[in-house]
């Protein structure tokens, strides 16, 4: 500790960008002063990159805090909060970085802010390593929202790789508190749908063979149901550069929703595409679990600041989770709980997450 500052090795555990912004949103929300030493210290190119610069400069922007370190490349930052404030603030990666993760670490401040907030975020929509913003708008935000707030996600322009140029903008307004959830039962599955899209440069054909190629792969898992994956192809004026991919969502009896999705890219068979992100669906859907692997780490900061006990059960926890629950530990009052899920289904490979959350009230409110 240096004076009050909360010492965050980003170094450890996953050691990417999401310790980054776990820690700093948590920073924003509850004042606490931070620094980040080795950042993104197990990444190929340690240190931070366009997006993660972009993230941490919104956040500072939200609440009049002090950033130092922050410049591309660098491997420690120390961030001071100040007060979160609602208003119209702007987020630009200049790059195809992710406008999902941006939404990431602005959105728990934003609802904790003084008034109503309009986010624009800037850089791909349809991003490798990060959700695709279907993603975001089908699956994270109708589940998140039972933390009892709503946002309003509008795509503007979508943006691809390596250009980015898209543009979304997020309204929402401020909260007291958040309800804790409980997602602890899975259902059937009830429906599956999706879209595959093209952009740019690329024939819609390719769009209808990774939806096909998606339905046919389903179909041998799942005979009994009607799998609607619509191909489209973007508006060049809502659209920059040249993109494709598809993203296919299952929604069950009690109202879970997981998913599977995938990007095209150059010398990448489009059937393959389909696939993967059909497979991806598959393997969420048979561990058993109420959220997929996307979503299971995108929850805990949320968890963290509800008041009082949430539950959900998933597959397998992946190491972005465990990631989340170490630092929402070490930043909140939260206590994290993970136990093997007793299953009458054996070949069930589930948890369940439980959290006391830590109760944070809007000060503003």
Known sequence: MDGDRV????????GGGQILRVSTALSCLLGLPVRVRRIRAGRSQPGL???????????????????????????EITFTPGKIKGG??????????????????AMPCVLF????????????????????????????????????????????????????????????????????INLTERGTVTKIYGRAFVAGALPIKLAKDMSSA????????IRDLYINIQPVREPDDQAIGTGSGIIIVAET???????????GKRGKNSDKVGIEAAEMLL???????????????????????????????????TLHTQTAIHFAEQLTKAKFTVTKSEEEDPSNDTYIIECQGMGMINPNL
């Open 88 to 105: 119209t603030h702007i987020a630009d990666t200049k790059t195809a970085g992710s406008v999902c993760l941006l939404m990431q670490v």
């Open 49 to 75: 990159r366009p997006q993660h610069l972009s993230g941490l400069e919104i956040v500072r922007d939200l609440c009049d805090g002090k950033l130092n370190g922050g410049e591309i490349g660098s491997t």
């Open 113 to 180: 802010a003084a008034s109503p907030s309009e986010l624009h975020l800037k850089g791909g929509t349809n991003a490798e390593m990060a959700p695709q913003i279907d993603y975001t708008v089908m699956v994270f935000k109708p589940i998140v929202e039972k933390f009892n707030f709503t946002f309003n996600c509008d795509i503007k322009r979508r943006g691809y790789y390596p250009q980015g140029g898209g543009e979304v903008v997020v309204q929402m307004s401020p909260v007291k508190e958040l309800s804790p």
């Open 214 to 221: 998606a339905v046919r792969c389903i179909r041998k898992e």
């Open 7 to 14: 010492e965050i090795d980003g170094g450890i555990m996953e």
């Open 283 to 317: 393997k969420n859907l048979k561990h058993g679990g109420t959220v997929d692997d996307s979503l299971q780490d995108q929850l805990i900061i949320f968890m963290a600041l509800a008041k009082g006990v949430s539950r959900v059960k998933s597959g397998p926890i």
């Open 253 to 263: 009896s009690t109202g879970c929703l997981l998913a599977g999705s995938s990007l």
